[in-house]
């Protein structure tokens, strides 16, 4: 399962973009609107999973796994169907090697003095200022590093400017990740602290029905599907209509509102949490009586940072890598994802640790969370 969504999910935001033309400006709206509506697919597969979880649970899981393979049979019948449309880029080799070849060429130039050298293939693609040192791996040291052709006898002492610059760009967008790893972090903590909230909390309304912590995970999903969902048919259409030319927010403004919603989920769920443990320590209680409604306000703000910021980290991924590291960017993001997780666990056994010394019960320990 894994292996199959490793190669899925990088792949088909490549190839997504790959039907955009992005040399035009309606190419580049279509690239957008892509992200959006690939996400807002995305949640919608992740709210049927959940059901699929309770037919398993509570119904037969004979027919919990029927369901995603009927699902997969269709998905892969609907894409076999439009293969003819599909514009389909060729592979051109693998990037990861030639960015080692890079660091490798530099590291092996690395006292050579650029300032009279001459650099392989630099018509191609233009140099940017940044991170020169490597370009020495481009540096034409001497003429017997290239044939007869005129290309390198040795990739791994010789590479092109593009090979150099692929590499700048991919060391350019990584603050970027780093920034996106906070935003995912915050996310992480709702799908897992968030629950365990839910489940020692008060999920009883007036009128008996009782909510299952498992539903609020449903929170996040709704809030971002209602933002993509308004952005794209209302937002984007309406201006359009008024003014002739669809307005949207640029990746910049979404990804400062996607870590201004980062950072007042947490403060939200700080106060509510404090509320809620306050009050269950009060009645010496494994439950707080505090309603599980007091916890939507930070799982909408986490499913707000997923419309603005996750998507918008997606975009700036493939925009600003070169068609051939589309695949590349969607990995990216994707680790960015995992990474978040892994420092979230991380983050947990530290306030787990902290928390109990002195023989206090631990703020994420025992039956208070």
Not at 200 to 215: D, Y
Request: glycine share 8%; charged share 15%; net charge positive.
């Amino acid at each position: 399962m894994a292996i199959g969504a490793g190669g899925i999910r990088p792949c088909n935001i490549a190839f997504g973009a790959d039907q955009s033309n992005m040399t035009i400006k309606e190419g580049r709206s279509q690239l957008e609107s892509f992200f959006n509506w690939w996400y807002f697919s995305f949640t919608f597969a992740f709210v049927i999973a959940l059901t699929v979880v309770y037919i398993q649970t509570n119904i037969s899981w004979v027919i919990g796994f029927a369901i995603p393979t009927a699902c997969l049979l269709v998905s892969i019948v609907i894409f076999v169907i439009g293969h003819h449309a599909y514009i389909i880029v060729k592979p051109q080799g693998s990037i990861f090697v030639d960015l080692v070849k890079v660091i490798t060429a530099a590291t092996r130039k690395h006292r050579l003095d650029c300032s009279r050298c001459s650099f392989y293939d630099p018509d191609f693609h233009p140099r940017t200022k940044q991170l020169r040192c490597l370009e020495k791996a481009a540096a034409i040291a001497d003429q017997n590093e290239l044939d007869k052709d005129g290309k390198p006898k040795n990739g791994w002492r010789l590479c092109s400017i593009q090979q150099v610059e692929n590499l700048k760009l991919l060391i350019g967008v990584m603050p970027v990740c780093l920034a996106g790893i906070g935003c995912f972090m915050t996310m992480d903590q709702q799908t897992t602290n968030g629950i365990l909230q839910a489940i020692q909390s008060n999920n009883v309304l007036l009128s008996g029905f009782k909510i299952p912590p498992g539903w609020m995970g449903l929170s996040p999903m709704i809030a971002l599907s209602i933002w993509i969902s308004t952005y794209e048919i209302l937002w984007v259409l309406q201006t359009k209509r008024l003014t002739g030319k669809a307005k949207r927010l640029t990746m910049t403004q979404r990804i400062n509102i996607g870590l201004i919603s980062a950072m007042a989920c947490s403060i939200v769920a700080s106060f509510v949490e404090k509320k809620r443990r306050t009050a269950a320590l009060k009645l010496g209680s494994f439950k707080s009586p505090i309603t599980i409604l007091m916890l939507l306000p930070q799982f909408a703000l986490s499913g707000l940072v997923e419309a603005f910021a996750a998507v918008a980290i997606m975009e700036y991924l493939t925009t600003q890598l070169p068609d051939s590291m589309r695949t590349v960017a969607g990995a990216i993001f994707f680790i960015s994802l995992s990474m978040a997780s892994y420092l979230n666990s991380i983050l947990v056994n530290i306030v787990h640790k902290t928390t109990k010394k002195g023989g206090k019960t631990s703020w994420l320990g025992g039956g208070f969370m």
